[in-house]
């Protein structure tokens, strides 16, 4: 079991409030990952990071944005939920020292913005 | 642009039968093809794996094969299991792989006892 951990596991929320999914790892992984899944299963990743100070958009555009003060840690903001941002959040992490890293996921966010 | 294309979107099988998912994938220069399980209300989980050097790996009821030529993979599950019934993803580094793993839509697998 990956030691990677997400909070709240649900949120239900009004429009134009300001969020912060929380995610963090114990593995001292310096990559980490926020995917977006959408109703029919599909993973989108929105945001990247490969080590402390290091964020970088990913293949989706999404209003959220990412910090990484911490290696551990890799919080996601809305500043405005919006109905639109109702979604799955997935975070992920992994060991950057192998190009090819499986990916460790946490059991997400379910976010819902009324 | 790079992507993964995964087959079929929902399989269901009777238990004790096989299941095969397959995906295609666009960057020749892919070498590294994990596929995950997603349990309900759980985050994908890794199940195998398999790098390009090798053509099948095998780990007890799950096995994967590789056919770079065709820039193909498939997913086989034996003797299938109620436990078995997940959404399974395929996917690859594409494009050098600085941006994460790209993954297929998904194949939701029903185990029909």
């Known amino acids: 079991e990956a030691d990677i951990y997400q909070t709240p596991r649900y949120l239900v929320i009004g429009t134009g409030k300001k969020i912060t999914l929380e995610c963090s790892q114990t593995?001292?992984?310096?990559?980490m990952y926020w995917y977006q899944q959408d109703p029919g299963m599909e993973l989108h990743l929105i945001h990247y990071?490969?080590?402390?100070?290091?964020?970088e958009k990913g293949d989706l555009s999404s209003e959220s944005t990412v910090s990484r003060i911490r290696t551990e840690h890799f919080p996601l903001t809305l500043e405005s939920a919006r109905p639109s941002h109702t979604s799955q959040y997935l975070c992920?992490?992994?060991?950057?020292?192998?190009?090819?890293?499986?990916?460790?996921f946490g059991n997400g966010t379910r976010l819902t913005v009324t | 642009g790079e992507n993964v294309e995964q087959h079929p979107s929902t399989l269901s099988v009777q238990e004790g039968d096989s299941a095969v998912i397959k995906c295609t994938y666009s960057d020749s220069a892919s070498n590294y093809f994990p596929w995950y399980k997603q349990e309900l209300g759980k985050g994908p989980q890794l199940i195998i794996d398999i790098r390009s050097n090798v053509g099948e790996k095998k780990d007890q009821r799950i096995a994967v094969t590789l056919n770079k030529t065709a820039k193909h993979f498939s997913l086989h599950i034996t003797e299938t299991q109620p436990e078995d019934s997940a959404v399974y993803f395929c996917a690859a580094i594409l494009g050098g792989g600085a941006d994460g793993l790209t993954f297929g839509k998904g194949t939701h697998l029903i185990i029909q006892p």
């Open positions: 992920a992490s992994s060991d950057r020292r192998g190009v090819n890293s499986p990916l460790h």
């Open positions: 990071s490969y080590g402390v100070n290091s964020t």
């Open positions: 593995m001292g992984h310096d990559k």
